[in-house]
């Protein structure tokens, strides 16, 4: 399946955990439209992703039940999407590790070295600086 990739940068890889991948959390994700993690989520949604947004903030988003932490949410995860500041990212790739996820997504701009090493080496496959709604359109649309 995905075994072997670690940080997966060619876009047989990335196409590869798009195919393959069902479900996906999608942190940082917000109920307003003039965000990029709100249509983004939207869209994964409408391409048949079963998404869960995770912000503690809120209870639904785009009709969908929000959680509050990675923990909470009652299904394995797939793919852990990062939307939230570079400073907050490390206690999201532990819980994405802790939740046995098998690929964590940092949005464009958001991961920090230490989060992608932490990552790499709790055996996460790491996307980093890509928008996963570009990478879909170009490698699966």
């Known amino acids: 399946m995905l075994q072997g990739i670690k940080l997966a940068t060619k876009s047989e890889e990335i196409k590869k955990i798009l195919q393959l991948s069902r479900t996906i959390a999608v942190v940082g994700?917000?109920?307003?439209?003039?965000?990029?993690?709100?249509?983004?989520t939207q869209f994964?949604?409408?391409?048949?992703y079963k998404i869960f947004p995770v912000n503690p903030n809120y209870q639904e988003i785009l009709g969908l039940k929000c959680y509050p932490?990675?923990?909470d949410i009652p299904e394995a995860i797939?793919?852990?999407d990062v939307f939230i500041r570079p400073e907050n990212i490390?206690?999201?790739?532990?819980?994405a590790v802790a939740c046995k996820a098998k690929t964590i997504w940092f949005q464009l701009?958001?991961?920090t070295p230490e989060a992608v090493e932490y990552a790499l080496q709790n055996q996460l496959t790491v996307v980093d600086n890509k928008c996963i709604m570009v990478?879909?359109?170009?490698l699966i649309e």
Do not use: A, T
């Not at 994700?29 to 983004?40: A, F, K, L, T």
């Not at 994964?44 to 048949?48: A, I, R, T």
């Open 29 to 40: 994700s917000s109920p307003s439209p003039e965000r990029d993690s709100n249509h983004i």
């Open 135 to 138: 990478e879909h359109r170009r």
């Open 109 to 111: 701009g958001v991961s």
């Open 90 to 95: 490390l206690p999201i790739v532990k819980d």
């Open 44 to 48: 994964l949604n409408l391409k048949g």
């Open 78 to 80: 797939e793919i852990v």
């Open 69 to 71: 932490r990675l923990q």
